[in-house]
């Protein structure tokens, strides 16, 4: 069974930055996707970033490219979230997600709907 725990959820200013951590275990996994969602109140939930394990593609939503950038720790089963230039219009709960996949695996692609999903971290930009 995979679990996922987010960390680094917090209260920051319009214009400031945070970082969110996902610790998957449950491992190995071959091949996965994974990646960060949110979902803010009364809203649907979006996808906001993924990465892969087998080419190392990373996608992003295009509210946040530019701001935010994911990266992973294959060793530590880590990803993380580098959030800048935050906007009062990234205020959600954000939740770690992966998907464990098998080949044929599609190259420079990692979106995938996810299996399994963490308890989510709040996340709250204003003044």
């Known amino acids: 069974q995979v679990t996922l725990v987010e960390s680094g959820g917090n209260w920051v200013q319009p214009g400031g930055s945070l970082g969110l951590s996902c610790a998957a275990s449950g491992f190995p996994l071959n091949y996965y996707a994974i990646g960060w969602f949110r979902q803010a109140p009364g809203k649907e939930r979006e996808a906001v970033s993924c990465i892969n394990n087998w080419d190392g593609a990373s996608q992003y939503a295009d509210s946040v490219k530019g701001r935010f950038t994911i990266s992973r720790d294959k060793d530590k089963n880590m990803v993380y979230l580098q959030m800048n230039s935050l906007e009062p219009e990234d205020t959600a709960v954000y939740y770690c997600?992966?998907?464990?996949?098998?080949?044929?695996?599609?190259?420079?692609?990692?979106?995938?709907?996810?299996?399994?999903w963490g308890q989510g971290t709040q996340v709250t930009v204003s003044s």
């Open positions: 997600a992966i998907q464990p996949m098998k080949p044929p695996l599609r190259l420079g692609s990692c979106w995938f709907p996810p299996e399994y």
